[in-house]
């Protein structure tokens, strides 16, 4: 095993208090008493206990170097929060000790009033606290001990997206486990939602960032002609990765792998300049504290080494967008998949009973599937270039699809075997086939085991997207409970319920091309729907029926979801805010006078062409002044128009109306104004031209 081989294996998760590090630093008993807490998700209530575990946290933690500690929130603004305290505790005789107690470990205090809350707090009413998640481990990271934690009021109003999505598991594992008692299942404990999230990103110079106002602003190009090439060669897929891109991407494993994120796969995405991350799976609490951790440590990596890495969904237009593939299942005892249909799917009634729960859930509440992956920077990405429509379905593929079919009709299931793949070369070895395709297009895919739940924008949190699978899911298996505590035969039941669902819900399942306009009007016809922005996605937050759902499985209060119905307005009507105040300063600052240097070259070549007296065809300058003026006098149409519609809109109270106005106002009028922009961007020499240009940017990295 070679040098570097050995570092991984010696240093992965070494900055992690995970169940070896709770070995070493916590007595015995304490360790099992921690352990019986984490398993069983039972709560901490002696203070003594937590004395103890935080002064073993302590003592690891200043061992890994770490001279801080920090409560470690997510609040609603889809990023991490932390406020940093030292250990150090000084003595009457100048000296100092360091110190951490279980009431630090416990219990943290912030300002509540300072973060996206919708109304919950004013600016007066500032506490809020923290509290420890001990099921999701701690971890040392420059020099300060992080400290996973939820967020709350001192109302307890839950102001973060740990809260609700730890709330949303313990919901659907008391239905799970209902149904499993059901079918005679007495030996499952647990029933853990888990999830692994693919992760994609663009890479560029940070050089050649630092011209770009807009994705210094926004994280997206407001301006950009078409390069010559994109894409469409589909060479970049899968294809040999740059030393430079290859050097970061160890590093951002290095950095991964300390903490314990088990970063497995990477590649080139289909894009230039586009990769992808993924990991293991794990809980879905613990994935999106990795997937945190994972985003933190991209962008932070690449500044490291002169790059700057883009979570934007949409950085560029014309080309694939970044998502982030939510690969979600549940598991027993974290062990079999209850998403694992065996060799005999057919026969296998715990596996259908449980997929169909899915497929009904899918179906009654799209909605909230739908509000779960919404937001200005995913509107420009959903509906092409490899992102799934608006429109939500389910793959399942021909053979579940035709097994459940034939339970709803009575039949006999035929399942087909998938045989093997004959390569025609000698040397090569027979490959198993499976039994039924991927497909690339669908928004909520079945691959074998789990859902992949591709429509989550790359800069997300996966916290709202598990939230509401967790929750639609806990419904119906609560609503197949109660027809299975009524039945007199159980699995004759299973069978109708199955039955029930598929002539119900069928209509959610398709197997084929969701880019097409045949499938549009299908779905249409089906009455499945098209929720193609961000601001009538937000609608469901508030539908009585949804707020009925999360009431009754304790995930959100009626407060709760209206305070993020205007959180999710309100956030809206920013983006696309600042997105326009960046591109009228980038037109007025940085376009309007290159165009004006450019025209003033062409105008003194002409003259001087023309004074020389010779017959000079000046055909091609003529022409040239002729077309950038076209596009100049565009472009100041265009920004006079947006600079009115965004006055109005900046003047607006925050709430539906301004998010309105900013969708169907400012936004078209931004458009309006690329327009000419890009335009005089081919027109003008690329000497006069003020920014990188996307060939620039999506090729720079050599």
Known sequence: MNERSTEVLNNYASRVFNDGAMRRYLPGDTYKQLKKIIDQGRPMEDPALADIVANGLKRWALDQGATHYTHWFQPLTGSTAEKHDSFINPQNDGTIIMSFSGKELIRGEGDASSFPNGGLRVTFEARGYTAWDCTSPAFVKDDTLYIPTCFYSFNGEVLDKKTPLLRSMEAIERQALRVLRLLGDTDAQRVLAMTGAEQEYFIVDKAQLAQRLDLALCGRTLFGAKPAKGQEMDDHYYGNIKDRIMNYMRAVDDELWRLGVPAKTEHNEAAPAQHELAPVYASVNIATDQNQLTMETLKKVALRQDLVCLLHEKPFAKV???????????????????????????????????????????????????????????????GGYEAPPAVISIFLGDELNDVLTEIETGGKSTIRQGGSLKLGVTTLPNLPKDTSDRNRTSPFAFTGKKFEFRMVGSSMSIADCNVMINTIVA????????????????????RL????????????????????????????????????????AAQALISQRNIDLFQRHSVFSRKELESRYEIHLESYAKTVNIEAN???????????????????FLSETLVSLKDTGLAVD???????????SAASAALRTALTKLEKVQEKGTAMPHGLE????????????????????????VLLGKDFWPMPTYTDLMFGIL
């Open 320 to 382: 694939n967008g970044s998502g982030k593939h939510n690969n979600w299942s549940l598991n027993v005892d974290g062990m079999k998949s209850l998403l694992d249909q065996g060799k005999t799917p057919e026969s296998n009634l715990r596996f259908l009973l449980f997929l169909t729960a899915v497929i009904w859930a899918v179906d009654e509440y799209a909605d909230l599937l739908r509000v779960s992956v919404a937001s200005a920077g995913n509107d420009q990405r959903l």
């Open 475 to 494: 419904e119906t298996l609560s609503r197949m409970a109660e027809r299975l505590e009524q039945a007199e035969d159980i699995h004759e039941e299973c």
């Open 497 to 536: 319920i199955i039955r029930d669902v598929m002539r119900d819900h069928k209509r959610i399942i398709f197997n084929g091309n969701n880019y097409s306009e045949e499938w549009r009007k299908e779905a249409a016809a089906r009455g499945l729907p098209n929720i193609d922005n961000a601001v009538d």
């Open 582 to 600: 960046t591109m009228i300063e980038m037109t007025r600052r940085q376009i309007i006078p290159a165009v004006v240097k450019y025209a003033k």
């Open 618 to 628: 000046v055909t091609l300058e003529a022409g040239l002044l002729k077309d950038v």
């Open 658 to 681: 301004k998010a309105v106005w900013y969708r169907d106002k400012v936004l078209p009028a931004m458009e309006a104004l690329r327009t000419p922009a890009d335009t005089l961007e």
